[in-house]
């Protein structure tokens, strides 16, 4: 016969191992594979179910081979929450976050080394402030300015030597303003022009790669 002591060890060890298996059985109960669930889309955006009732916890997606591209947290049936991309490699691609089905806040996407590839801003669905992105060698590629996803203000791209490829303004509808600059890849200016509510009031001026016009 078991001693007391043993039979009181071996009830601790079957209650921790029940404990275990509940917590499990319930975490894994918020986790729902892409294949297991229904997606309804419609005109006031797209619902995530599962056995016809709005999903709470983590969506994920796996390819043939498990391994893991796609993970992104659902409230209510709706996007709320953290959604991730990765590469095969398993490293982060995209990472996002949503608020009752719209993009908020900073969004991030990265190359495969992990350098930053994007990085923009959402409000309430909408583009705001800078987006910038860069190229692989981790120079900046693109510059621009959004207010309520529309692009305004100053815009910037370069090459990927750093030298500055083009730059130019809108105003706040997003109509062509100010001065537009076209640059060759050794610094040079290209070309120029001038626009205002979207009209062209100075015409374009075209140059060589040594700086002289081109009649």
Partial sequence: ??????????????????????????????????????????????????KE?????LIYERNDSDVLLKEYEVNNG?????????????????????LNGKLE????????????????TYSNGLLTGERSYYWSNGLLKESNQFERGIMTGQSTYFFSNGQIQKKFELDQYGKKHGLWEDYYSNGQLKETSKYKNGEIILEKIRYDEEGKIIQ
């Avoid at 060890?9 to 191992?17: H, R, V």
């Avoid at 009732?53 to 916890?57: A, C």
């Avoid at 709706?78 to 949503?98: A, M, P, T, V």
């Avoid at 190359?111 to 590839?117: F, L, M």
């Fill in 78 to 98: 709706i996007l709320s929450g953290s959604y991730r991309e990765y590469y095969i490699s398993g490293n982060l691609k995209l990472e996002k976050f949503y």
């Fill in 105 to 120: 806040g900073v969004s991030k996407s990265f190359y495969e080394d992990g350098s930053t590839k994007e990085m923009l």
């Fill in 53 to 57: 009732k709005p999903i709470t916890g």
């Fill in 1 to 50: 016969m078991l001693k007391s002591s043993n039979l009181k060890i071996l009830k601790i060890t079957y209650f921790l191992l029940i404990v275990i298996l509940f917590i499990n059985c319930k975490r894994s109960s918020n986790d729902f594979n892409v294949t297991e669930i229904e997606i309804n889309k419609n005109t006031r955006g797209v619902t995530y179910l599962y």
